[in-house]
Nanobody, 125 residues
Framework: QVQVAESGGGLVQAGGSLRLSCASSGLTFSIEAMGWFRQAPGNEREFVAAIRWSGGSTDYADSVKGRFTISRDIAKNTVYLQMNSLKPEDTARYYC??????????????????WGQGTQVTVSS
């Protein structure tokens, strides 16, 4: 049974940093990509960042480019999201997802097969 577990969320002041982690386990397939999405109350889930497992190419939403960095540890089936210069508008529940099949894009909810329960990030002004 595939499990995806996020950690590292919390409360931080504007301008601060947080590092999220996401570990996947129970895999019987090779990961194609892992991604981070976020959802604020009343909003749809939106793409934040993603990384392809082979080669490590990355993709970011324009709203986080230059502030957030996604990275991976292949041996641990784990992905990280380093978030710097946080803004109140970054407040949301952050979800991690696993993609098991190659797809031309890794930016949409439908590109992913397995999801975690999320971790809350709150940025105070």
């Amino acid at each position: 049974q595939v499990q995806v577990a996020e950690s590292g969320g919390g409360l931080v002041q504007a301008g601060g940093s947080l590092r999220l982690s996401c570990a996947s386990s129970g895999l019987t397939f090779s990961i194609e990509a892992m991604g981070w999405f976020r959802q604020a109350p009343g909003n749809e889930r939106e793409f934040v960042a993603a990384i392809r497992w082979s080669g490590g190419s990355t993709d970011y939403a324009d709203s986080v480019k230059g502030r957030f960095t996604i990275s991976r540890d292949i041996a641990k089936n784990t992905v990280y999201l380093q978030m710097n210069s946080l803004k109140p508008e970054d407040t949301a529940r952050y979800y991690c997802a696993v993609d098991r099949d190659w797809r031309p894009t890794i930016r949409t909810v439908s590109d992913y097969d397995y999801w975690g329960q999320g971790t809350q990030v709150t940025v105070s002004s």
